[in-house]
């Protein structure tokens, strides 16, 4: 599986706007970048993927850049709900089985009030 | 609309015991994961069934772990003999479909003693 690398921690005020970065650069061409994260005592909780276009839903937006070697998730106005452990993760849809989800240690996101 | 629920959400056992957990994935999910998260680790992926059948299995699976999810719906993960180093959150997860978004439960913490 292709290697996410991450920050380790970030914080954020309160209603402002967040991005939070990852690396990729062994990509491959058919590896989606999903994101997921985790609140504290709750299991993971899917954000959003995409493959090369930028995608936005309810939760986020996601901005990939052109070479596909990194990704930065974008959370429009960040409220305390959103603290939590953010997992950046490729999947590789072109190998059918290829279940698994293989998450790396996160970002740990700390919302200031 | 119900999501993946776990039980029992925490259980203390002594080194040596064996312990059962059980996983209800959303209803029509034929995919069901398992994954266990030490802590300030990512989830780490354990083993997956595609309705009742068990299609791949983890090298983190000892001998001592066993899954079972009979007649594709509920699942269950048994640890005989457990030790210390089984102390983990124990998550599951279901999707539609091969791909499509995975939905974890809240865990089963597990502190063995």
């Known amino acids: 599986d292709a290697k996410t690398t991450q920050p380790n921690s970030m914080e954020s005020n309160e209603e402002e706007p967040v991005h939070l970065p990852c690396n990729h650069s062994t990509i491959s061409g058919t590896d989606y970048i999903h994101w997921y994260r985790q609140l504290p005592s709750q299991g993971p909780e899917y954000v959003i993927h995409?493959?090369?276009s930028n995608v936005n839903n309810r939760m986020a937006s996601l901005a990939i850049a052109e070479d596909r070697k990194s990704s930065t998730l974008i959370l429009h106005r960040a409220t305390l709900r959103d603290a939590a452990v953010y997992y950046c993760?490729?999947?590789?849809?072109?190998?059918?089985?290829?279940?698994?989800?293989?998450f790396g240690t996160g970002t740990r996101l700390t919302i200031i009030p | 609309d119900t999501g993946v629920s776990q039980n029992p959400r925490h259980k203390i056992t002594k080194r040596g015991q064996n312990v059962t957990f059980r996983c209800d994935p959303i209803?029509?999910?034929?995919?069901l994961y398992w994954y266990r998260q030490t802590l300030g680790q990512g989830p780490e992926f354990l083993t997956y069934?595609?309705?009742?059948?068990?299609?791949?299995k983890s090298r983190l699976l000892s001998d001592r772990f066993s899954a079972e999810r009979p007649k594709g719906s509920f699942s269950t993960l048994e640890i005989q003999r457990t030790e210390q180093g089984d102390s983990a959150m124990y998550l599951c997860?279901?999707?539609?479909?091969?791909?499509?978004?995975?939905?974890f439960g809240p865990g089963t913490r597990l502190l063995v003693l």
């Open positions: 209803s029509e999910h034929n995919r």
């Open positions: 993760i490729l999947r590789d849809a072109a190998l059918f089985g290829n279940e698994k989800l293989t």
């Open positions: 997860a279901s999707s539609l479909e091969f791909g499509e978004t995975q939905y």
């Open positions: 069934f595609q309705n009742e059948a068990q299609l791949e």
């Open positions: 995409g493959l090369t």
